[in-house]
């Protein structure tokens, strides 16, 4: 899936995805998840990234991206600062 920046931004604005990379980031295979992104699923040939954040009450919330997604939301948040 070709990713947009816009697409990136309207899930940063609908709080799906973090406008700020300013928590704990893991990687390791993938596990079947969905990407939060582009929605396709993260199998065990693909690298998961994993997101550790927290919402707007505090809560701490865990976002999964593929490879690919991952990249692009850094290149996005970096335009934001």
Not at 47 to 69: F, K, P, Q, S, W
């Amino acid at each position: 899936m070709h990713l947009t920046e816009e697409l990136i931004q309207r899930k940063i604005l609908e709080g799906e995805l973090p406008a700020n990379f300013n928590g704990r980031t893991r990687a390791g295979h993938g596990e079947g998840h969905a990407c939060k992104l582009c929605g396709e699923k993260i199998d065990a040939s693909k690298v998961e990234y994993e997101i550790e954040g927290r919402n707007a009450a505090g809560a701490t919330r865990i976002i999964r991206l593929d490879g690919e997604c991952f990249q692009a939301w850094l290149v996005q948040t970096d335009r934001n600062h």
